[in-house]
């Protein structure tokens, strides 16, 4: 009797731990990855446990002998990532070491950034958008451009740009520059300050150090990126209007392929367009992204400009309006900046972060050297996740 | 015989012919010895014995240098044991793949990560020979896992960023790659599988989406036999050939272990879970010619062996586990592949670590 008794209490205590586990894990089906699923993160009632979870922790979590902090079932959450997503991980179709998607099946293909094609690829690798942290296959020395005469209406003339095009390298190249794994300085970080701070010290920061989880949600939101709407650490905690939780909600497709032809933003199929004249969507099944985010009182909905608003939560002051060039911010060292902030409404605009720079890490050559960052003496080569060799970025747009 | 014994010996003899001469007798002569029937069988006992040793350690010598298996794989013996930890062998960045040569003596290894290739080793780890994809096939190349073929003795590298199979003899020629004759048919191979009669079978996670993932059945002259699985499996990984026509496959995502009979039905033998031989994230895997399945678990960081039943749905019985999350020797970081010779050796491509490691019995 005394041992059914203790069986019992066992497996009452074992559905339990499921249970909450199950419960903290709630995942959605962004990607058919092992860490989600469909039946939760929506608003409904009556979800059956056993369908949510279907054992899918299991994979990442142990409820009572984790390796580490999270109930992780490994001492690294990096290599755990990586397990799937990295150089050796076959569970994953994007390698973020190497700046590589494996996709072999229909791949919608977007030329031009406007022309939708649907074809076979031929291959079974393509280049992801936002590089690699070790490698990336951006062909950074390859980027060319269409120029066409714009006529103002005042009836000046004058040449633009526009089809820019970025293709994929061949192969995997060692990247430049990382956002990844380094305890460093938060360019940016705070408000425009007449003294002088390059940011925040991350060796100050609870986390420390920026890994895979201070972007993206391991449990899945729906969304292809999974970014989290607030990244740790970044000491945002704006509400924004018409919306009930701080953050900037990164909403894009549930299922995108990263893979396409063109590098440059306009070959983003889930980003507004400019293609000098008109502006589309890249694609059809982009949804308009709600909760939007916003700047002062203007309320936008392109991706990219959330994506500008997103990345400049942490990196807060470059998070600059139009004319930001000729205007004095105020601050120390940013003081006039490139316009990064689309979010003004004007969508053809097209100025955000991820215009010039890739989110993982770039293998963009950087022989003649810069300095590094603002304040900065010394030269560099590092490349700063800027998609084009040296500083051909500014060429991409700038006839000079 | 000791001094002290000899001395009491000769006393008593003594002793006995004075008691003859006390008697007044004829002089006294020593008895004739007569031999005791039971030391006879006593010697025959033990020499019957000494022939059957020596027949029993004959047909065991001979065992083994035919086999060349330690003794503790002898038939008749306890088969429900995990090996122990022997030694590891390093120069390989981030192993994923292994398979060993039909006589043992060669490993086949990936390496993965930002330096992706195919290497092969000696079993002393030294590096004997590369098996590198044609020259016409520039680009970029991610060699996943091998397969060896169980007669012929080629080995088989799945390409998953050129979407092929290449075919290399046994010391690492490239022969040929192995083509779908439908030209239609492309995958994205992750596991593989070769039988005796020359099937071929490829893991294909050519798509995002899992629900297009499948197992590949090729003949040898590349003719597609038939697809398995599609709609059910998510990154399946490897793909061990088994008895009855049986094929055992990772259904690595999915946490589970599957066996898809002969007739192409599938059935569900280990699934993810927290107890013992429950799975987290199974990706290599390999049967040993006793029967013992060698699951890899990556994200738990051990290998997980069970015995297979008779029929191939039978559910395998859990064994035990080997080895824990760490640096040190007999300790894994996120192991992937996994191989088995036959002789009891137990290859495991330890990844983070940068090694293989070889278990045994």
């Known amino acids: 009797m005394r041992t059914e008794r203790k069986v019992v209490r066992r497996l009452v205590v074992l559905a339990a731990a499921s249970?909450?586990?199950?419960?903290?894990?709630?995942?959605?089906?962004?990607?058919?990855?092992?860490?989600?699923?469909?039946?939760?993160?929506?608003?409904?009632?009556?979800?059956?446990?056993?369908?949510?979870?279907?054992?899918?922790?299991?994979?990442?979590?142990?409820?009572?002998?984790?390796?580490?902090?999270?109930?992780?079932?490994?001492?690294?959450?990096?290599?755990?990532?990586?397990?799937?997503?990295?150089?050796?991980?076959?569970?994953?179709?994007?390698?973020?070491?190497?700046?590589?998607?494996?996709?072999?099946?229909?791949?919608?293909?977007?030329?031009?950034?406007?022309?939708?094609?649907?074809?076979?690829?031929?291959?079974?690798?393509?280049?992801?958008?936002?590089?690699?942290?070790?490698?990336?296959?951006?062909?950074?020395?390859?980027?060319?451009?269409?120029?066409?005469?714009?006529?103002?209406?005042?009836?000046?003339?004058?040449?633009?740009?526009?089809?820019?095009?970025?293709?994929?390298?061949?192969?995997?190249?060692?990247?430049?520059?990382?956002?990844?794994?380094?305890?460093?300085?938060?360019?940016?970080?705070?408000?425009?300050?007449?003294?002088?701070?390059?940011?925040?010290?991350?060796?100050?920061?609870?986390?420390?150090?920026?890994?895979?989880?201070?972007?993206?949600?391991?449990?899945?939101?729906?969304?292809?990126?999974?970014?989290?709407?607030?990244?740790?650490?970044?000491?945002?905690?704006?509400?924004?209007?018409?919306?009930?939780?701080?953050?900037?909600?990164?909403?894009?497709?549930?299922?995108?392929?990263?893979?396409?032809?063109?590098?440059?933003?306009?070959?983003?199929?889930?980003?507004?367009?400019?293609?000098?004249?008109?502006?589309?969507?890249?694609?059809?099944?982009?949804?308009?992204?709600?909760?939007?985010?916003?700047?002062?009182?203007?309320?936008?909905?392109?991706?990219?400009?959330?994506?500008?608003?997103?990345?400049?939560?942490?990196?807060?002051?470059?998070?600059?309006?139009?004319?930001?060039?000729?205007?004095?911010?105020?601050?120390?060292?940013?003081?006039?900046?490139?316009?990064?902030?689309?979010?003004?409404?004007?969508?053809?605009?097209?100025?955000?972060?991820?215009?010039?720079?890739?989110?993982?890490?770039?293998?963009?050559?950087?022989?003649?050297?810069?300095?590094?960052?603002?304040?900065?003496?010394?030269?560099?080569?590092?490349?700063?996740?800027?998609?084009?060799?040296?500083?051909?970025?500014?060429?991409?747009?700038?006839?000079? | 015989m000791t001094d002290i014994q000899t001395t009491a010996t000769q006393e008593a003899g003594e002793d006995l012919l004075q008691e003859l001469d006390d008697l007044g007798g004829p002089p006294a002569t020593p008895p004739a010895v007569v031999e005791d029937p039971r030391g006879r069988r006593r010697r025959r006992i033990i020499a019957w014995l000494l022939v059957v040793a020596l027949v029993l350690f004959g047909a065991v010598a001979a065992w083994y240098l035919l086999n060349r298996k330690p003794l503790s794989e002898l038939p008749g013996l306890d088969v429900d044991k995990v090996p122990t930890y022997k030694t590891a062998l390093y120069g390989v960045e981030k192993p994923l793949g292994v398979a060993v040569s039909l006589d043992g003596s060669l490993l086949y290894v990936t390496q993965s990560g930002t330096k992706p290739a195919a290497f092969i080793l000696d079993r002393d780890g030294n590096s004997v020979g590369r098996l590198k994809p044609p020259a016409a096939d520039k680009g970029y190349h991610v060699p996943v896992y091998v397969a060896v073929h169980p007669t012929s003795g080629d080995v088989y590298v799945g390409d998953r960023a050129a979407g092929k199979v290449y075919v290399y003899d046994r010391a690492g020629t490239y022969r040929s790659t192995f083509t779908p004759k439908d030209k239609k048919i492309t995958f994205s191979p992750l596991g593989l599988g070769v039988s005796a009669d020359g099937t071929v079978y490829v893991a294909d996670a050519s798509s995002a989406e899992p629900k297009n993932h499948r197992i590949l059945v090729f003949a040898p002259d590349g003719s597609l036999v038939k697809t398995l699985g599609k709609g059910e499996l998510n990154y399946p990984n490897a793909i061990v050939p088994g008895a009855q026509d049986a094929i055992y496959v990772t259904d690595s995502n999915n946490g589970r272990v599957v066996v898809f009979d002969s007739t192409g039905a599938m059935t569900t033998l280990l699934a993810r879970g927290i107890g013992d031989g429950d799975l987290g994230l199974p990706r290599g895997m390999a049967l040993d010619d006793q029967g013992r399945l060698f699951v890899v678990d990556t994200t738990d960081q051990q290998v997980r062996v069970f015995t297979t039943g008779a029929m191939p749905t039978d559910h395998p019985a859990y064994v035990g586990s080997f080895g824990d999350q760490g640096r040190e020797d007999a300790t894994f970081l996120f192991p992937n592949g996994v191989a088995t010779d036959t002789r009891g050796r137990v290859y495991v491509a330890d990844r983070e670590n940068n090694r293989i490691q070889v278990w045994g019995y």
């Not at chain 1, 997503?85 to 179709?93: C, F, K, L, R």
């Open chain 1, 19 to 400: 249970a909450a586990l199950f419960i903290g894990a709630m995942p959605a089906q962004a990607d058919n990855g092992p860490h989600v699923s469909t039946a939760t993160n929506e608003v409904k009632s009556g979800i059956k446990i056993s369908d949510a979870g279907q054992g899918r922790c299991a994979s990442c979590h142990r409820a009572h002998t984790a390796k580490s902090a999270y109930l992780l079932n490994a001492a690294s959450e990096e290599d755990l990532c990586l397990s799937c997503h990295g150089g050796s991980g076959t569970g994953a179709t994007t390698d973020v070491q190497n700046g590589v998607g494996y996709d072999s099946s229909a791949t919608t293909y977007y030329p031009d950034g406007k022309t939708v094609l649907t074809v076979k690829r031929g291959t079974q690798v393509g280049a992801l958008r936002g590089g690699g942290f070790e490698q990336a296959m951006l062909g950074t020395d390859s980027a060319t451009k269409d120029t066409y005469l714009y006529t103002y209406a005042d009836g000046r003339v004058a040449y633009r740009s526009k089809n820019q095009l970025i293709p994929p390298a061949a192969a995997p190249k060692g990247t430049t520059s990382s956002h990844f794994g380094g305890v460093g300085i938060m360019w940016g970080n705070g408000s425009l300050s007449g003294t002088v701070n390059v940011g925040l010290d991350m060796s100050t920061t609870t986390t420390g150090k920026l890994e895979c989880s201070s972007c993206h949600d391991p449990h899945g939101n729906k969304q292809y990126r999974i970014l989290k709407p607030v990244p740790s650490d970044s000491g945002f905690a704006t509400v924004i209007p018409g919306n009930t939780q701080p953050g900037v909600f990164i909403k894009d497709t549930a299922n995108k392929v990263y893979t396409t032809t063109n590098y440059w933003i306009a070959g983003d199929p889930a980003a507004l367009a400019d293609t000098g004249t008109t502006t589309t969507l890249g694609a059809t099944s982009i949804t308009d992204p709600t909760p939007k985010a916003t700047t002062g009182t203007t309320t936008v909905s392109s991706f990219q400009a959330n994506v500008a608003a997103w990345c400049t939560t942490c990196h807060t002051r470059y998070l600059a309006p139009r004319s930001s060039w000729k205007t004095n911010s105020g601050d120390a060292v940013f003081t006039y900046r490139h316009t990064g902030d689309n979010i003004n409404g004007d969508a053809a605009s097209n100025r955000n972060c991820i215009q010039c720079h890739v989110a993982h890490g770039s293998n963009a050559a950087m022989p003649n050297s810069a300095v590094e960052n603002p304040g900065d003496t010394a030269l560099s080569t590092d490349s700063r996740l800027l998609r084009v060799d040296d500083r051909g970025v500014c060429v991409m747009c700038h006839n000079v």
